[in-house]
């Protein structure tokens, strides 16, 4: 890594270029990753004019320098993203070759004397989800002995196709036998997301893993829940995974599942990942024994929310009518909002939130580091270039507005 001791750090909000202050940078947590962005040069500033520079080649022998982004570990959100100069043209020209970044949630980085720092906040303790704490020497063993539990589960195959190819943290729990645990259920989606991590239809790049072929039967979905949450310490499953589509297009085999786990234990927590775009499929799984949904939204203002999440087979209003049915059915209601600095933090985006929150009775906010190449989602949706306060600010002022909220990065055991 090359640190040029001659220009100050910038980050980027939205479309513009922010100097960044120390005050507001923290030490590269640990868990975290560095990244290289291709064909993309750092920008820095001059502080004796002001002005902006491209750091593109160093030495006599013009070695080319690119720009390096910081990926946080859960528990951490940014406040700004990574500023460079971006070689290949403008975004309508990189969607023709293929030059969008990868889905990642890119973070502002710099350096000083050796160190790395990030333009990011703590927003919840991460102690559970440090990936420091995970793929240990154990692992292929706690597998196989999964496997032999439960032969012939492709719930449990999957989960391990994840632990080992995609490191995740969720499907190693199960095996771990800890905390929250995956249960995916939905090969198929009634969205198309701009940002969707298993089935990439923006044409962007390539989706990082790839979704479930297959439909669980109720039997699969009892055998994996049931047994965390019987066994595990401080035990969630959760329904609606990266690795496949919405967990509400098969709500019925997904409520008779939860009826018969909880036939077998009352221990733990059911908690489903969802668009909540269908509501009838949510109410059944209320009756079922829901105890908690988190429900993915890039924007409480519908014209964004729909132009990102692209809705299918419903609408921003039915999204809202889940919330009350899950309400009213006293289920612990959080929202997954995919934070991107310049467009979360923008006045009319706090102001829509503050209004949401206030007329659902959330309980919790997880905030959510949006992966996505930057130039490819504001080259998507329509902001504003109206006033824009920072992501510190803002979680700030949920916090004052509303105590009762809890504000954080995953979801909680209710029981």
């Known amino acids: ?95 023709k070759k293929g030059g969008f970044l990868p889905l990642f949630g890119y973070t502002a980085a710099a350096m000083r004397d050796g160190r790395v720092y990030v333009a990011a906040v703590q927003t919840d303790d991460y102690r559970k989800w440090n990936p420091l704490c995970y793929n240990d020497e154990t692992l292929p063993a ?112 997904l409520a008779r599942g939860i009826k018969m786990i909880r036939q077998a234990t009352s221990r733990g927590t059911v908690n489903i990942n969802t668009n909540a775009g269908n509501t009838a499929g949510l109410a059944l799984l209320c009756e079922a024994g829901l105890d908690s949904v988190r ?37 612990y209601t959080s929202i997954n909002l995919l934070a991107m600095p310049g467009l979360t933090d923008r006045r009319e985006e706090i102001e829509a939130w503050e209004e949401f929150i206030a007329g659902t009775g959330l309980d919790l906010v997880q905030f959510r580091n949006l992966n996505i190449d930057p130039d490819l989602l504001f080259d998507r949706l329509e902001t504003s270039t109206g006033e824009t306060a920072g992501i510190p600010n803002f979680i700030e002022r949920l916090r004052r507005d509303f105590p009762q909220l809890a504000i954080g990065n995953f979801s909680r055991p209710v029981r």
């Not at 990574?82 to 309508?92: F, L, T, V, W």
């Not at 999964?146 to 995609?166: D, H, M, T, W």
């Not at 999440?309 to 899950?326: I, N």
Request: glycine share 8%.
């Open 142 to 253: 706690r597998i196989a002995e999964k496997k032999r539990l439960f032969p012939g589960n492709r719930i449990v195959e999957q989960l391990a196709r994840c632990s080992l190819e995609y490191h995740c943290l969720t499907a190693q729990n199960f095996f771990y036998q800890r905390w929250e645990a995956g249960l995916p259920v939905a090969p198929s989606c009634n969205a198309r997301c701009l940002g969707c991590i298993s089935l990439q239809s923006a044409g962007c790049c390539p989706s990082p893993q790839q979704r479930i072929d297959f439909a669980p039967t109720v039997e699969e979905i009892v055998e994996v829940g049931a047994h965390h949450l019987a066994n595990a310490n401080e035990a969630i499953i959760s329904g609606g995974q990266g690795c496949e589509g919405e967990v509400l297009t098969r709500s019925d085999v």
């Open 295 to 331: 429900i993915s939204m890039i924007s409480a203002r519908k014209g964004v929310y729909e132009a990102y999440h692209r809705p299918v087979s419903y609408t921003f209003e039915d999204v809202l009518e889940s919330l009350r049915v899950a309400r009213a059915n006293g289920v």
């Open 1 to 95: 890594m090359f640190e040029d001791p001659e220009l100050e750090a910038v980050g980027r909000s939205g479309n513009e270029i922010w100097e960044m202050e120390e005050s507001e940078l923290i030490p590269l947590p640990e868990g975290a990753d560095l990244m290289l962005l291709p064909d993309r040069a750092p920008l820095g500033m001059d502080p004796s004019t002001g002005r902006l520079q491209t750091v593109s080649w160093f030495g006599r022998e013009g070695s080319r320098l690119f720009a390096v982004a910081a990926i946080l570990p859960a528990g951490f959100t940014r406040t700004l993203l990574p500023a460079y100069e971006d070689h290949s043209g403008e975004a309508s020209q990189k969607e």
